[in-house]
């Protein structure tokens, strides 16, 4: 059974805190995606990698940063929280994709993340 | 203009009614076309996907593409109060990782 885990279901941190959020996924899919989901704008992409140490920018990276050393893991950090940053996390993994392949995207439970 | 609008607002139905949603979206170049179930609380997981137009069905499902006029829908037949989720559509161009999300369906059957 595919699995796409997060660390953290729920999260409350201060304004100016440096937050990570951690995701682990055991399908050994190449890329892997951060999203935030939010009332009336649906889901938005943060940055997403394609590879070990690769990064790509998504629509919104402002404030964000991300690190990929290990296939299997794919970290978000807030290098300093905001309020406007509250909002629900979402990481998803897929397979590479390839000429006729649907990417199929697996997503974990989400984050929770709330500023104070 | 974006890439895919979808209505966000939500749609309350009786149980047993059909229930239709429906993306538009501006980009030929889609070719794989997918909608995604999201139950509260829990991560979007693909329902259902269709590969360039027509349709395909699975059990009370169906969904329709006509890339003609550049829209896609997704049927629920004798809807249950086990189909109240949202429900997102996202499509991809051949060869590309990133999928383009609409922002999704709020649905509530009602017993």
């Known amino acids: 059974d595919v699995k796409v885990t997060q660390s953290s279901r729920y999260l409350v941190k201060r304004t100016g805190e440096k937050v990570f959020l951690e995701c682990v996924q055991d399908m050994d899919h190449e890329n892997m995606f951060w999203y935030r989901q939010d009332p009336g704008l649906g889901l938005r992409l943060i940055y997403f990698?394609?590879?070990?140490?690769?990064?790509e920018k998504g629509d919104i990276p402002e404030g964000y940063s991300v690190s990929r050393e290990k296939k299997e893991r794919f970290s978000l950090i807030l290098e300093s929280a905001s309020t406007n940053q509250t909002s629900m996390y979402l990481c998803?993994?897929?397979?590479?994709?390839?000429?006729?392949?649907?990417?199929?995207?697996?997503f974990g439970p989400g984050t929770r993340l709330t500023v104070l | 203009q974006k890439e895919v609008e979808q209505d966000p607002g939500p749609l309350s139905v009786p149980e047993g009614a059909i229930v239709s949603l429906n993306c538009t979206y501006s980009?030929?170049?889609?070719?794989?076309f997918m909608w995604y179930r999201q139950y509260s609380r829990k991560g979007p997981e693909l329902l259902m996907y269709?590969?360039?137009?027509g349709n395909k069905e699975d059990g009370r499902f169906t969904a329709q593409v006509d890339k003609s006029s550049k829209y896609i829908s997704l049927f629920i037949r004798d809807s249950q109060p086990s189909d109240s989720a949202t429900y997102l559509c996202?499509?991809?161009?051949?060869?590309?990782?990133?999928?383009?999300f609409g922002k999704g369906n709020q649905v509530v059957v009602i017993p």
């Open positions: 269709t590969y360039s137009s």
């Open positions: 996202a499509m991809s161009e051949n060869g590309n990782n990133r999928l383009a």
């Open positions: 990698s394609y590879d070990v140490k690769m990064k």
């Open positions: 998803a993994s897929s397979p590479s994709a390839g000429g006729g392949w649907y990417n199929e995207q697996f």
């Open positions: 980009n030929s170049a889609f070719q794989y």
